[in-house]
């Protein structure tokens, strides 16, 4: 096997896996314009003599699969990542200079997406025949909100009627570590209303002021978080949190408000659902709401449920193996308290899924770049994760 590795190894081509990122970083690919570069990531595939299936989300949006397939006996390994961007903004037009590749979707996620086709290339190239078979997939629809992750859910319908197969997903996404968990996370908003209309201050009481409810509310909220804090605090992604990010209440600077608006982001470890915030949310306004006899609304949107793939769990172990070989010291192990794709796909298809990319250091930063060397380097891991996860024939 470590002939078999070295052969692998030798065939990744860093100029080449370099020369395809940039490629794809000067196509722009804002989230629902991502035609071009999805022909541009399919020429890129079938350079390297692959099928690609081109599954489209909306008409000109598609998903691209493509397959190595194995001799059989082994377990099947997706690869994946996302081809579209958040607005391109300050960020300056690409260019190369050194080692680094500027523009926007550099280090999310073109560089793990061109990386994805460099450990194909070895493979492809070393003559190293897997047992399993290796999916290399590309979805849209990731970074905004209005593309309700389309592309994500298709590819979790095509892995839930047979249209696609696989055991283990690896998202080419984040740093060079191993990011096995996520918390859950939803937007929440709690809505107050008096049906008392609204009056001139003068003849309210403050202490009936429903602004003064929602005040007293903003505390309880700030004191959960000290209780999230001061309680269990899970090892990989630290305490629970509870932010704020609206308050809204009134429209005139002597009238009381008719609502009060609390808008934020809860999130949560593994071991609890949404379904379980809501009603912690409910139990914590619901005293306020009463004081002030105000009607109280609670609901939450964007929930994502919380994942954890074991670092036991096989291709957890295969990743971190390529990685100490590639790298020559072990990889960090590392939770997030942000929400990705690998949330829904464990949720949503049952795979379990992890991440682990060239670099995220300046994801939808105005100067965005990746690493050549470090793009090179994933290469190598994904190469040899799908030799060690998959088998390799005889």
């Given at each position: 096997m470590p002939d078999v590795l070295d052969r692998i190894l030798d065939?990744?081509?860093?100029?080449?896996?370099?020369?395809?990122?940039?490629?794809?970083?000067?196509?722009?690919?804002?989230?629902?314009?991502?035609?071009?570069?999805?022909?541009?990531?399919?020429?890129?595939?079938?350079?390297?003599?692959?099928?690609?299936?081109?599954?489209?989300?909306?008409?000109?949006r598609p998903n691209l699969y493509a397959r190595i397939r194995g001799t059989g006996g082994g377990p099947?390994?997706?690869?994946?990542?996302?081809?579209?961007?958040?607005?391109?903004?300050?960020?300056?037009?690409?260019?190369?200079?050194?080692d680094r590749i500027y523009g926007r979707g550099s280090t999310d996620m073109k560089g793990g997406m061109a990386a994805i086709l460099g450990a194909a290339r070895a493979l492809l190239r070393s003559g190293v025949?897997?047992?399993?078979?290796?999916?290399?997939?590309?979805?849209?629809?990731?970074?905004?909100?209005?593309?309700?992750?389309?592309?994500?859910?298709?590819?979790?319908?095509?892995?839930?009627?047979?249209?696609?197969?696989?055991?283990?997903?690896?998202i080419a996404e984040g740093r060079d570590a191993l990011w096995v968990m996520s918390m859950g996370s939803a937007v929440f908003t709690i809505l107050m209303e008096s049906d008392r209309g609204g009056m001139h201050t003068q003849y309210v009481p403050f202490g009936e002021n429903p602004i003064r409810h929602m005040?007293?509310?903003?505390?309880?909220?700030?004191?959960?978080?000290?209780?999230?804090?001061?309680?269990?605090?899970?090892?990989?992604?630290?305490?629970?949190?509870?932010?704020?990010?609206?308050?809204?209440?009134?429209?005139?600077?002597?009238?009381?408000?008719?609502?009060?608006?609390l808008t934020g982001t809860r999130r949560w470890a593994p071991?609890?659902?949404?379904?379980?915030?809501?009603?912690?949310?409910?139990?914590l306004a619901g005293p306020f709401a009463e004081a002030g006899k105000l009607k109280l609304t609670v609901s939450i949107?964007?929930?994502?449920?919380?994942?954890?793939?074991?670092?036991?769990?096989?291709?957890?172990?295969?990743?971190?193996?390529?990685?100490?070989?590639?790298?020559?010291?072990?990889?960090?192990?590392?939770?997030?308290?942000?929400?990705?794709?690998a949330n829904l796909y464990v949720h949503g298809a049952g795979v379990p899924t992890f991440y682990y990319g060239p670099s995220n250091e300046t994801a939808h930063a105005d100067v965005e770049w990746v690493s050549v060397a470090r793009i090179e380097g994933a290469a190598k891991v994904y190469a040899l994760t799908a030799a060690l996860y998959c088998g390799v024939a005889e």
């Open positions: 065939a990744v081509d860093g100029a080449w896996v370099a020369e395809r990122a940039f490629e794809l970083v000067k196509v722009p690919s804002v989230t629902l314009e991502e035609q071009e570069v999805c022909v541009c990531y399919a020429e890129q595939m079938r350079g390297l003599g692959l099928d690609v299936e081109v599954r489209e989300v909306t008409p000109g099947t390994l997706m690869l994946n990542g996302h081809l579209d961007t958040i607005p391109v903004g300050n960020c300056p037009p690409p260019r190369r200079e050194g025949r897997l047992k399993g078979d290796l999916w290399l997939t590309a979805v849209v629809g990731h970074e905004e909100t209005e593309a309700r992750k389309d592309g994500i859910r298709a590819m979790i319908e095509d892995i839930r009627n047979g249209r696609l197969t696989c055991d283990r997903i690896l005040g007293d509310l903003i505390r309880r909220i700030y004191e959960r978080q000290q209780e999230l804090d001061a309680g269990a605090v899970h090892p990989l992604a630290g305490p629970e949190r509870i932010d704020l990010g609206i308050a809204q209440a009134g429209d005139y600077f002597n009238r009381t408000p008719l609502r009060c608006v071991g609890r659902t949404a379904q379980d915030i809501l009603a912690e949310l409910k139990a949107e964007h929930e994502r449920e919380p994942f954890e793939t074991p670092v036991s769990d096989p291709a957890v172990r295969a990743t971190a193996e390529a990685a100490r070989r590639v790298t020559g010291r072990e990889p960090d192990t590392v939770g997030m308290r942000i929400v990705g794709d």
